[in-house]
């Protein structure tokens, strides 16, 4: 197991700027792939932003320029920028991790460990 905590979400109008964290305990960070999902009410969950265990990144098109996914591995955290936040950016954000090699850069749902989530959202 790999526990995941997100933190960092919240209100914030549109326009605004927003990081979030993903904190990992337990052994072999870095050698997980890791990415975060959204998921809007009635949608379905939505790969953002995938970072491989060497650090190359990879992004969904709805968020290309305004989102930056970076890993701290000393701290064995994970987080997400979010820069020019828009209403339709008001999700639960949850991160993941796997580290089966065909994952890496994966903005796909196959990750083995979620976090809890963490709520944004961003009003007009």
């Known amino acids: 197991q790999v526990p995941l905590v997100e933190s960092g979400g919240g209100s914030l109008q549109a326009g605004g700027s927003l990081r979030l964290s993903c904190a990992a305990s337990?052994?072999?960070?870095?050698?997980?792939?890791m990415s975060w999902f959204r998921q809007a009410p009635g949608k379905a969950r939505e790969g953002v932003a995938a970072?491989?265990?060497?650090?190359?990144?990879r992004y969904a098109d709805s968020v290309k320029g305004r989102f930056t996914i970076s890993k701290d591995n000393a701290k064995t955290t994970l987080y997400l920028q979010i820069n020019a936040l828009k209403p339709e950016d008001t999700a639960m954000y949850y991160c993941?991790?796997?580290?089966?090699?065909?994952?890496?850069?994966?903005?796909?749902?196959?990750?083995?460990?979620w976090g809890q989530g963490t709520q944004v959202t961003v009003s007009s």
């Open positions: 993941a991790a796997d580290s089966r090699w065909y994952l890496r850069r994966s903005l796909g749902s196959e990750y083995n460990y």
């Open positions: 337990g052994r072999g960070f870095v050698t997980y792939h």
């Open positions: 970072i491989g265990s060497d650090g190359p990144t």
